[in-house]
């Protein structure tokens, strides 16, 4: 509920700090004393236009801050979290605030934060609702008054079938439009499909063979560099042409010529230290030739064992560049090649199985669209009934309220098939006939200003208490009215007030003598300069400002005594 309401430099009011409480809070003051300044006010801080003319003569600026306490659970905070407007603690209170510059700009804050005007007016519906001789905001709105119906007496149960089977339908009606687009498009490229699988088939790309397979590679490949190595040191040690000398031969070669220049057993003619040293020569050369022969054995191992199979290389190089020209050719990698042909297989069994797909899920579109008319069908019903019992109610009401030639009608239009939605078939329509004989039409179009915030006051009876809306504001709903009819309406006014906050402007005694608190509007001329203001009156000064009311500039004893039963009443 409006818990303050603080202004600053709007028209005629300087500076107004006005706490509110819950219950039946009524306005009162003179006509002329700036009540609807305050209700222009506190419009502007529900979105309404905003415009340099509210700035006050002599000001920069004029600014508007409304104060609200609401309940955790108010669907306001789920508004505020979905525009990244977070409220730590929901119990604090909500601050709406509106600055007015002279040149007619406007700038929109929700506690603190800036935003957009149509957002503060989306915040303030949910809010404040306004029934005035001139504007309508709340029930006036049509697409409140479904809510509002169901909230009277359409059992929970059958919303929420409703709204369950229209959700299963819709989901079923996806899936069918998925399953048809995907074989669509699977159709039309049929036959590089079957090619693409066809391919990759015979391909059989496997996880991680690509790392495998160039692995493999780079070791045959060093296997035969190394057989290479060895077989090339062999025919150095080895050679195959028998022109060519290899080492081994050379050795022997110098062996038998060395052995020749050696003087046979005997001889003793020769030096004996040449003899020593060729001696020498002779048994170096036989140990190459020894070590030689070892080498070319352990080379000879080497070869048997690097033993290389040039068909396994060239086997795994055209198996590797095979998957990586697949790969190129598809746009992905090769580890990426066996998840491709596993969904161009299951598009492939989608065309193959897409009719039997697509007819069990037309199937499923049928019954479950079914199963939404026949819970829509009950949840009708329920509201035609409900409808009848709030025509009923509502008009019963009008009576005391000077309304009772008019007859209010709930009417049900049913909406085409492609508008249905998860509140059912129908949507719901308040409408008057202010006349009889006059054909009913929409609230705000049939009835008078006057007879539209009287109706309005009839409907909040019947429906207190059902809206998320805690205040609601009445804007002379006692217009051109009195006496029994002022008494009707002010007990009214008292019992929507039990359920949620209500402010009421009004001329009427017999509404002013209901209220839980009482404001009083003046206006005064202070130093050349007009200023309206506004005060919380005492029980003593309700008597006598209710006694005004009665009695007019004069106050009598006996306006004071008629304003005592009133107030006692």
């Given at each position: 509920m409006l818990t303050h309401l603080s202004i600053r430099d709007v028209v005629l009011i300087e500076r107004l700090d006005l706490p509110f409480s819950p219950g039946l809070t009524v306005l009162t003051g003179e006509t002329g004393a700036g009540k609807s300044?305050?209700?222009?006010?506190?419009?502007?801080t529900l979105g309404e236009r905003a415009s340099a003319g509210l700035v006050r003569a002599g000001a920069e600026q004029a600014s508007v801050t409304a104060c609200f306490d609401l309940l955790p659970d108010?669907?306001?905070?789920?508004?505020?979290?979905?525009?990244?407007?977070?409220?730590?603690?929901?119990?604090?209170?909500?601050?709406?605030?509106?600055?007015?510059?002279?040149?007619?700009?406007?700038r929109a804050y929700i506690n603190d934060q800036p935003v957009g005007v149509n957002l503060l007016r989306r915040a303030a519906a949910l809010l404040v609702e306004i029934q005035g001789q001139h504007e309508q905001m709340g029930l006036?709105?049509?697409?409140?008054?479904?809510?509002?119906?169901?909230?009277?007496?359409?059992?929970?149960?059958?919303?929420?079938?409703?709204?369950?089977?229209?959700?299963?339908?819709?989901?079923?009606?996806?899936?069918?439009?998925?399953?048809?687009?995907?074989?669509?498009?699977?159709?039309?490229?049929?036959?590089?499909?079957?090619?693409s699988v066809e391919d990759l088939s015979t391909l059989a790309p496997q996880e991680d063979e690509e790392t495998h397979l160039a692995g493999m590679r780079q070791s045959l490949q060093q296997g035969e560099r190394r057989g290479e190595a060895i077989a090339a040191a062999l025919a150095e040690l080895s050679p195959r042409d028998r022109r060519s000398s290899g080492?081994?031969?050379?050795?022997?070669?110098?062996?038998?010529?060395?052995?020749?220049?050696?003087?046979?057993?005997?001889?003793?003619?020769?030096?004996e230290g040449a003899d020593r040293l060729a001696h020498e020569a002779l048994g170096a050369l036989e140990r190459a030739e020894e070590a030689l022969g070892e080498a070319e054995t352990l080379l000879s191992r080497l070869a048997a064992e690097a033993d290389s199979d040039?068909?396994?290389?060239?086997?795994?190089?055209?198996?590797?560049?095979?998957?990586?020209?697949?790969?190129?050719?598809?746009?992905?990698?090769?580890?990426?090649?066996?998840?491709?042909?596993?969904?161009?297989?299951?598009?492939?069994?989608?065309?193959?199985?897409?009719?039997?797909?697509?007819?069990?899920?037309?199937?499923?579109?049928?019954?479950?669209?079914?199963?939404?008319?026949?819970?829509?069908?009950?949840?009708?019903?329920?509201?035609?009934?409900t409808a009848r019992r709030l025509e009923g109610a509502v008009t019963a009401e009008l009576k005391p309220l000077r309304l009772e030639r008019a007859r209010f009608f709930v009417t049900l239009p049913?909406?085409?098939?492609?508008?249905?939605?998860?509140?059912?078939?129908?949507?719901?329509?308040f409408q008057i006939a202010a006349n009889p004989g006059q054909p009913p039409g929409p609230l705000a179009k049939v009835a008078s200003g006057g007879e539209l915030s009287r109706l309005m006051l009839a409907l909040k009876v019947v429906l207190a208490g059902r809206s998320a809306v805690p205040t609601l504001v009445f804007?002379?709903?006692?217009?051109?009215?009195?006496?029994?009819?002022?008494?009707?309406?002010?007990?009214?006014?008292?019992?929507?007030?039990?359920?949620?906050?209500?402010l009421v402007v009004t001329h009427s005694p017999?509404?002013?003598?209901?209220?839980?608190?009482?404001?009083?509007?003046?206006?005064?001329?202070?130093?050349?300069?007009?200023?309206?203001?506004?005060?919380?009156?005492?029980?003593?000064?309700?008597?006598?400002?209710?006694?005004?009311?009665?009695?007019?500039?004069?106050?009598?004893?006996?306006?004071?005594?008629?304003?005592?039963?009133?107030?006692?009443g």
């Amino acid at each position: 509920m409006l818990t303050h309401l603080s202004i600053r430099d709007v028209v005629l009011i300087e500076r107004l700090d006005l706490p509110f409480s819950p219950g039946l809070t009524v306005l009162t003051g003179e006509t002329g004393a700036g009540k609807s300044i305050l209700l222009d006010s506190l419009g502007l801080t529900l979105g309404e236009r905003a415009s340099a003319g509210l700035v006050r003569a002599g000001a920069e600026q004029a600014s508007v801050t409304a104060c609200f306490d609401l309940l955790p659970d108010h669907p306001l905070h789920a508004l505020l979290g979905e525009q990244g407007i977070v409220i730590d603690d929901p119990r604090e209170p909500l601050v709406l605030r509106r600055i007015v510059t002279v040149d007619g700009r406007s700038r929109a804050y929700i506690n603190d934060q800036p935003v957009g005007v149509n957002l503060l007016r989306r915040a303030a519906a949910l809010l404040v609702e306004i029934q005035g001789q001139h504007e309508q905001m709340g029930l006036a709105d049509q697409g409140t008054h479904l809510d509002l119906l169901d909230s009277f007496g359409v059992p929970p149960a059958l919303r929420a079938d409703t709204n369950t089977a229209y959700r299963a339908w819709m989901a079923a009606t996806a899936e069918l439009a998925a399953a048809r687009a995907t074989m669509e498009s699977a159709a039309r490229e049929e036959e590089w499909l079957r090619q693409s699988v066809e391919d990759l088939s015979t391909l059989a790309p496997q996880e991680d063979e690509e790392t495998h397979l160039a692995g493999m590679r780079q070791s045959l490949q060093q296997g035969e560099r190394r057989g290479e190595a060895i077989a090339a040191a062999l025919a150095e040690l080895s050679p195959r042409d028998r022109r060519s000398s290899g080492p081994a031969a050379a050795l022997r070669g110098a062996s038998r010529t060395l052995q020749r220049l050696l003087p046979p057993p005997g001889d003793t003619t020769a030096a004996e230290g040449a003899d020593r040293l060729a001696h020498e020569a002779l048994g170096a050369l036989e140990r190459a030739e020894e070590a030689l022969g070892e080498a070319e054995t352990l080379l000879s191992r080497l070869a048997a064992e690097a033993d290389s199979d040039p068909r396994l290389l060239e086997q795994t190089e055209e198996r590797l560049f095979a998957l990586r020209a697949a790969a190129r050719k598809h746009g992905v990698s090769v580890p990426e090649l066996p998840g491709l042909l596993a969904a161009l297989s299951d598009r492939l069994a989608a065309l193959d199985s897409g009719n039997i797909r697509i007819g069990a899920l037309e199937t499923m579109v049928r019954e479950r669209r079914t199963r939404f008319e026949e819970a829509a069908g009950l949840l009708s019903a329920a509201r035609e009934k409900t409808a009848r019992r709030l025509e009923g109610a509502v008009t019963a009401e009008l009576k005391p309220l000077r309304l009772e030639r008019a007859r209010f009608f709930v009417t049900l239009p049913t909406l085409p098939p492609e508008a249905w939605n998860a509140r059912g078939r129908e949507q719901a329509a308040f409408q008057i006939a202010a006349n009889p004989g006059q054909p009913p039409g929409p609230l705000a179009k049939v009835a008078s200003g006057g007879e539209l915030s009287r109706l309005m006051l009839a409907l909040k009876v019947v429906l207190a208490g059902r809206s998320a809306v805690p205040t609601l504001v009445f804007d002379e709903v006692d217009s051109g009215v009195g006496g029994a009819t002022a008494s009707a309406i002010g007990e009214r006014l008292s019992r929507v007030g039990q359920d949620v906050q209500v402010l009421v402007v009004t001329h009427s005694p017999q509404v002013a003598a209901r209220g839980n608190a009482h404001l009083r509007i003046s206006k005064s001329v202070a130093k050349g300069r007009t200023e309206t203001r506004a005060e919380p009156l005492s029980a003593e000064q309700r008597r006598e400002e209710i006694a005004r009311m009665l009695a007019g500039d004069t106050v009598t004893e006996a306006a004071r005594a008629a304003a005592d039963s009133l107030l006692q009443g």
